[in-house]
């Protein structure tokens, strides 16, 4: 696999420094992507560069992910308004070990080929490095003309910004510049990789390799992923789509996935997928055919899922997902753990009984017109019982009279009530 061509045709290539695909041709070659570790996970905006590393890994070059506990410390100000806040040793730990772990499902860690990914942290290489020695051995090497011509620095200092910019923050793409120099004198690493936002930041490196030590070094950024409507990818109402389940749930993820528009299906399937070019044209041919199947989005979002998460992970989404627009069964709905299950009824109206009053059983009309207003008569309820348009747990009423008890409770606390095909209600038995 020829790894610039692999990107060319995803549309992955945003700015490539001349040498770079020779390099590449010439010999297996080592190169890094850092990682901020402000979370300890990562999100679907970094994940187009995690697939970067691992495409980089398949085409049989060296991979290695940085994670920038000392960058960490300082924030990086490309693509930034304000500073951002600086993290605790303990917090920064926590984050990169949550980070290792993620990276570990993507990558080849074996210690027993030649092009084994590689983790390093630049807090092992800055924290012994007093601040004098610094500037003495890499400061002289660049000129403050060079960082200012920076766009990073330029738009922070210029007429938008109120705020201005710390030392601190300036002082950024040195640290990152450096990180490049260690990774080449110690792990002969020729190449930086990332997004288009940091293309100031990774050249600086290349240009300090270049007056420091003589050496070549090569830069590679991929365009900043978007939406077609111009508003930012990997945030929804409720904040970033996390790589991790305990932050955003599988059902949660699939649902990101599946929601894309058209237009967007179209590239992201070649971004974030591993699917080779025949494969990936033909579906988006298929698409445009009958565009109301949406199949470019169900691959999608099965694709991802599955590689991220797990094939359970992404059944189970796909089985949350046939509750609310499917034929669902009481069985699959019983399967629900209870995030998925608030997630998907996520807005529903509730209501609240005590668990001790559905001990001994209570009639179906008492339950959904006197303890709890899901209708607001025993009438009308009657009514819908008898034309088959009321469910519990998914399982047809027959009978207004009908008992329902602590037993029918899904995760021991919930009942699903559902009143004709599309009004939801959840009823919570409280200790």
């Not at 970094?46 to 495409?55: E, P, V």
């Not at 940085?66 to 303990?90: F, H, W, Y």
């Not at 996935?257 to 579906?283: G, P, V």
Request: glycine share 8%; aromatic share 10%.
């Amino acid at each position: 696999m020829n790894f610039v061509e692999e990107l060319k045709w995803r549309g992955m290539i945003h700015d490539i420094m001349p040498g770079t695909e020779e390099q590449l041709a010439k010999e297996m070659t080592a190169g890094y992507i850092g990682f901020d570790p402000t979370a300890e996970s990562l999100h679907v905006g970094s994940f187009a560069q995690i697939l970067l590393l691992k495409r980089f890994q398949m085409a049989g070059h060296k991979p290695i992910a940085l994670v920038g506990g000392a960058t960490g410390m300082i924030g990086d100000p490309s693509g930034k308004s304000q500073e951002r806040n600086l993290l605790d040793e303990e917090t920064l730990q926590r984050n990169l070990n949550g980070i290792k772990n993620q990276l570990s499902k993507f990558l080849d860690f074996d210690s027993g080929k030649p092009n084994a990914a590689v983790l390093v942290n630049n807090y092992d290489w800055m924290k012994g490095y007093d601040f004098l020695s610094f500037i003495r051995d890499i400061g002289k090497h660049i000129t403050v003309n060079y960082m200012m011509a920076k766009d990073s620095v330029k738009k922070r200092l210029g007429e938008e910004s109120k705020e201005g910019m710390s030392f601190t923050e300036f002082s950024y793409q040195l640290v990152q510049g450096y990180d490049f120099l260690w990774l080449y004198q110690n792990m002969n690493c020729k190449l930086q990789m990332g997004g288009s936002d940091q293309w100031g930041n990774i050249t600086t490196g290349t240009e300090l390799i270049r007056r420091k030590l003589g050496g070549e070094a090569f830069a590679l950024t991929i365009p900043l992923i978007t939406k077609a409507d111009g508003t930012k990818f990997g945030k929804t109402e409720s904040g970033n789509v996390w790589l991790d389940a305990r932050l955003t749930s599988p059902y949660k993820f699939y649902q990101f996935w599946l929601n894309t528009s058209d237009e967007d299906a179209e590239r992201y399937i070649k971004i974030f997928t591993l699917l080779d070019e025949a494969s990936i044209n033909s579906l988006i041919a298929e698409h445009k055919k009958e565009p109301h199947l949406r199949k470019l989005q169900k691959v999608l979002a099965r694709e991802v899922t599955v590689m991220v998460h797990s094939e359970d992970d992404y059944n189970r989404a796909v089985e949350a997902s046939e509750l609310l627009f499917g034929k669902a069964t009481t069985e699959m709905l019983s399967r629900l753990d209870e995030e998925t299950f608030l997630s998907v009824f996520e807005g529903v109206p509730t209501f609240e009984v005590k668990k001790s009053e559905l001990a001994q059983g209570i009639p179906v009309s008492v339950l959904l017109a006197e303890k709890t207003k899901v209708f607001p008569s025993k009438g009308e309820l009657r009514r819908l019982v008898q034309g088959g348009g009321l469910s519990i747990n998914k399982q047809k009423v027959e009978s207004a009279d009908n008992p329902v008890n602590a037993e029918m409770l899904l995760n021991g606390k919930y009942l699903l009530v559902q009143k004709g095909k599309k009004n939801y209600f959840i009823i919570i038995a409280s200790e």
